[in-house]
């Protein structure tokens, strides 16, 4: 499965960008991560197909929301109120079976996008 993932770019501070990824193939849970420069790669958020349910990590809760289509086999990331400490390399993620354990660590996934830059000014 490939997933490609596109939509970053640059924003103002408070403003709003859209991501959004689309896989190739089947896949169970798909989620977000980013990695901003000379820091770990960290989840943002994750969407489970089976039952619909959406999680996110604290500093994004109530500003970013997640979707999938799964029609059109896509991933969305609806990010409003950005701030500059969101500027990061955004990952489109899925894993290829049911995962029921820790989902919020990229040891959990199996397949990941290129990554889309998204920058946010002050």
């Known amino acids: 499965v490939q997933l490609q993932a596109f939509g970053g770019g640059l924003v103002q501070a408070g403003g709003s960008l859209r991501l959004s990824c689309v896989a190739s193939?089947?896949?169970?849970?798909m989620g977000w991560f980013r990695q901003a420069t000379g820091k770990e790669r960290e989840f943002v958020a994750g969407f489970k197909s089976y039952n619909s349910n959406a999680f996110y990590s604290d500093s994004v809760k109530g500003r970013f929301t997640i979707s999938r289509d799964n029609a059109k086999s896509t991933l969305y990331l609806q990010m409003n109120s950005l701030q500059p400490e969101d500027t990061a390399v955004y990952y489109c993620?899925?894993?290829?079976?049911?995962?029921?354990?820790?989902?919020?660590?990229?040891?959990?996934?199996?397949?990941w996008g290129q990554g889309t830059l998204v920058t946010v000014s002050s």
């Open positions: 993620t899925a894993t290829r079976t049911l995962i029921l354990s820790n989902l919020r660590v990229p040891s959990a996934y199996h397949y």
């Open positions: 193939g089947r896949t169970f849970t």
